[in-house]
Structures are given as structure tokens and as C-alpha cells.
């Protein structure tokens, strides 16, 4: 679920903290700039884990403060396909539902990828799946809130850097609020198995 990634950037160092021990002051600039931001091909950007090297402190002209090159070690958020992860359900619709990890919330579950066969409940925004014992079909419900086992079938990097709109006409804004509706990346997540679903589904055995 989580890698260490090599990476190198080069991190800026205001005349104010010039006294400061300065592996810490480039560990928290790194922290600042990286951590919650996604890299493409890369993941959810999670935290420092160590600094390989750092360079020399460099000052250019009309610019007061200190820039470094730094080659350092990050821990990212990225699962591996067929993964299984635990969540919960944030929320369901006809097209499937949308799990969290409570750091990271852009994991969809597609309709198609649910226990079969499973019907979506309108008046309670709910899937359940149809589970058959006998003669009988009972509605297990998926609630949100409810824990659910799923496992990585694929993800999904979109670039929300701003673009040049096609349309001479389109205004700045317009162009940065359809940039705004991607998500930069995505996990599509499968329980279309047995012993994956809600983990009150399956008896766990030690």
C-alpha cells in the first residue's frame, strides 16, 4: 500500500531561518511543498522518510533567500493492483459506491464490480447485494460507515495542471473550473468475490 520513493527537488530557504539546523528546516520546506499533493505515475504524497544528500547552499541574483538541491526518500500512498485494502463506504449511487481510508477518499467501487447479483436501494441511496440461502433472497445491505474489503483492479492518473483552452473565447476561470472537476488520481476497487465485501459478511479465522 505504501512505497519509498526517490526524488529530488530543489528546496528554498528564507533569510529568517538561516540560523536554524538546516537538515530540519529543509525536512519541514520538503513536508510543506509534498505532503497530500499528487505526483503523476507516482501516488498520494504521504511523508519524509529520509534525506540521501543535500548540496550545496546556492544564492542568486535579486533573491535573498538560500536554494538547495536535495535527493531524499518519500513515502507515497500507492497500492498494488490486486491489493486487498480495508475502508469504509463514504457514500453509494447507481454508479457504484466510493470508499475512504481516511487519508485518501477517490476509491470507487463500479456497480459492475459489486457482489453479483446487487441492486441499488433509491429511496436509501444504498446497494445490497442479493444473497441467496435456499428458496430465499435476503438484501445485505452496504451502509455507510460499514468496513469494506475490496481489492485494487486498476488506477487511474488524470493531469489537472492548468491547460491553453481550445476556445479563444473561454475566460481563465472557466478553463481552471473544468481542470477542477478531474481527479488527479483514482482507485477502482472490486468485491466481486468471495470473502470480499463488508467484513461482516465473512467469519474471520486467526
Not at 6 to 31: C, G, K, R, W, Y
Not at 37 to 48: A, N, P, R, Y
Not at 173 to 178: G, S, V
Amino acid at each position: 500500500m505504501f512505497v519509498v520513493a526517490t526524488l529530488d527537488d530543489t528546496v528554498s530557504i528564507a533569510p529568517h531561518l538561516f540560523n536554524e539546523q538546516l537538515s530540519t528546516i529543509v525536512a519541514e520546506e520538503l513536508d510543506r511543498k509534498l505532503a497530500n499533493t499528487i505526483f503523476q505515475e507516482l501516488g498520494l504524497c504521504i511523508c519524509l522518510y529520509d534525506i540521501l544528500s543535500m548540496g550545496d547552499c546556492i544564492l542568486l541574483p535579486s533573491d535573498a533567500n538560500f536554494h538547495i538541491k536535495v535527493k531524499f526518500r518519500y513515502v507515497v500512498f500507492r497500492p498494488n493492483i490486486d491489493e486487498i485494502l480495508v475502508g469504509k463506504i463514504r457514500s453509494s449511487s447507481k454508479d457504484g459506491i466510493t470508499v475512504t481510508l481516511g487519508f485518501f477518499d477517490d476509491i470507487l467501487i463500479p456497480s459492475t464490480k459489486l457482489q453479483h447479483p446487487s441492486r441499488f436501494i433509491e429511496a436509501e441511496q444504498t446497494w445490497a447485494w442479493q444473497y441467496e440461502t435456499g428458496d430465499e433472497t435476503h438484501d445485505l445491505v452496504m451502509e455507510i460507515g460499514e468496513e469494506i474489503r475490496f481489492r485494487v483492479v486498476q488506477e487511474i492518473f488524470e493531469d489537472t495542471a492548468p491547460k491553453e483552452s481550445p476556445n479563444p473565447g473561454a475566460s481563465i476561470t472557466q478553463t481552471a473550473n473544468d481542470d477542477d472537476k478531474k481527479i488527479p488520481y483514482t482507485i477502482i476497487g472490486s468485491i466481486s468475490e468471495p470473502g470480499l465485501g463488508l467484513k461482516s459478511w465473512w467469519i474471520e479465522t486467526s
